[in-house]
């Protein structure tokens, strides 16, 4: 590895690439902070594990990265380039001498139901584990802490074991966002029924975009570990298999819980159109019941002008038009009456 790239790969740099090296010597000697100039050196060491992390917020402008994977690890161009550049699709490419794998890790905001997935590529060798991506993973710190805590347990099992530990923890990512989006659809569906309001539209349509994205990146990582647990890769260890199959089985599960909360979402979301239908019946239903009661008001209006005191009335003499006058008030009175109590006999209303 050359000068230049180890100096942009070091852990001070601040526009560079950052690089985190664990080391278990063969010997069983554990370095937290191996040297990133020294990477070819502990992959020399063919008993040994290392844990290479590369936080590259620089992506592919940075050309020390290209030159770490290409020179040093001699990675095939095409997987250089699947690195650099974000795929955002879980899969995984045998190369021979190393595994290629693209999984996802999720942030999740329980208050705006917001979801963001982050790409983690991942490269197992037969005594290496490279992790790259473009923004600091919080998975990352708590399987570096890990680590920390118990070295000789986490290194010595090689670097398929780390794998293992890595993805399990990834996938744990997973279910705290979906019982979140469980529990924010039962909500909206309470509220559909107590309250509907526009926000509860938006709010059902927020989780059901979330719920879409979790549903459509859980599949292809799905297919990933099913191949891990059931492929015979070289690089993974057939006694290592089982785990990556427990991690298999903790994604179909999530798969399936998904697809509940899609139907649920689905449900919600005609739950709500068809109460605010009913809603929109309701109201139609009530104006129109008024307009009915009110149509022979309007007709008696219409046909006597309501000229009681004019020359229009003499045809009704000798009557007084006083009478007349009363006798039409309360007709217009009595007959809404009438009407409202044979709509509700017909039981319309």
């Known amino acids: 590895m050359s000068m230049e790239a180890a100096v942009q790969l070091s852990p001070t740099t601040d526009h560079g690439a950052k690089l985190r090296v664990i080391y278990r010597a063969g010997s069983g000697e554990i370095h937290f902070d191996w040297p990133p100039d020294r990477v070819a050196d502990a992959l020399h060491d063919h008993l040994g594990t290392v844990w290479i992390d590369i936080d590259d917020p620089g992506a592919a402008d940075n050309r020390g990265v290209e030159a770490l994977l290409r020179d040093v690890f001699h ?8 690195a650099l550049h974000d795929t955002h699709i879980p899969k995984i490419d045998d ?23 982050h790409e983690l590529d991942i490269f197992l060798g037969s005594n290496y584990l490279v992790t790259y991506h473009n923004e600091p993973l919080a998975v990352l710190d708590r399987h570096r802490q890990n680590i920390e805590l118990d070295p000789e347990h986490r290194l010595r099992q090689g670097p398929d074991h780390l794998l293992y530990h890595l993805l399990d ?37 927020r989780i059901k975009r979330s719920a879409a994205r979790v ?13 891990l647990a059931r492929d015979p890769y070289k690089l993974v260890d057939e006694p290592h298999r089982v785990y990556f199959r427990d991690v298999y089985d903790h994604l179909v599960r999530l798969h399936d819980v998904s697809e509940s ?14 109460v605010s239908a009913n809603r929109t019946n ?31 009335m003499t ?19 009595v007959t809404p009456w009438v009407m409202y109590r044979w709509v509700r006999k017909r039981g319309w209303y």
């Open 215 to 227: 549903h459509r990146i859980i599949g292809p990582m799905r297919e990933v570990l099913n191949r």
């Open 261 to 274: 909360l899609r139907d649920l979402i689905a449900g919600a979301l005609d739950t709500y159109l068809s």
């Open 169 to 205: 923890m990834a996938v744990c990512q997973y279910l705290p966002a979906i019982e979140h989006l469980d529990e924010a659809i039962d909500a909206a569906q309470d509220e559909v029924f107590n309250d509907p309001t526009p926000q509860t539209l938006h709010a059902i349509f």
């Open 315 to 333: 045809f009704v003499s000798p009557m007084p038009k006083q009478a007349l006058f009363w006798g039409t008030i309360s007709l217009m009175a």
């Open 95 to 117: 190369w021979g001498s190393y595994l290629y794998l693209v999984f996802s890790s999720i942030d999740f905001d329980p208050v705006t139901d917001a979801l963001r997935l």
């Open 282 to 312: 309701d109201i139609m239903k009530a104006l129109t019941v008024v307009t009915v009661m009110f149509l022979p008001l309007s007709f008696l209006g219409g046909f006597f002008g309501m000229n009681f005191f004019g020359e229009t």
């Open 75 to 82: 990675f095939h161009p095409l997987a250089i380039e699947d």
